[in-house]
């Protein structure tokens, strides 16, 4: 489940579940899964708000120096959300460097799921993930 709410929320998308024929068996209809689950939604549902409340930019003036690890951007400068997920079976690191108008001196990257401070040198932010996971950063 947990990888299913990192996808959705590197696509910024709230999360649906249904049967394999959509008709029976529904997730919503049997208590031992929703609340099975409920942390994790407690957890990446406000997260998957902002980001889906910010609006996908098609121009994401930020590059990976790995391939693995994708790069999406939420908002508008001056408080874009990007989103990095590492579309791998492994751990990966990447740097993320930020492109003109975002490459500021100033600028605070934050983790918005835990709230820590990341740093940014020299227009790049480093960052470790997991396989599959999605981390999401505000910029401010």
């Not at 889906?52 to 951007?73: C, K």
């Not at 401070?117 to 993930?129: Q, T, W, Y």
Request: aromatic fraction near 10%; charged fraction near 20%; glycine fraction near 6%.
């Amino acid at each position: 489940m947990q990888r299913a709410i990192h996808a959705c929320l590197f696509y910024g998308m709230f999360p649906g579940f249904f049967s394999a024929d959509a008709a029976t068996n529904p997730y919503w209809q049997d208590a031992k899964w929703y609340n099975r689950d409920r942390p994790l939604f407690k957890e990446y549902i406000p997260a998957i708000r902002a980001v889906a409340e910010a609006g996908w930019q098609p121009v994401t003036l930020a590059r990976s120096d790995n391939a693995n690890v994708w790069v999406e951007r939420f908002g508008k400068p001056g408080g874009p959300i990007y989103l990095l997920r590492n579309n791998s079976a492994r751990p990966r690191r990447a740097r993320i460097r930020l492109e003109e108008p975002l490459s500021v001196v100033g600028l605070s990257p934050k983790n918005v799921l835990s709230g820590a401070r990341l740093r940014l040198i020299n227009g790049a932010i480093a960052v470790p993930l997991q396989p599959d996971q999605t981390i999401a950063i505000r910029l401010r």
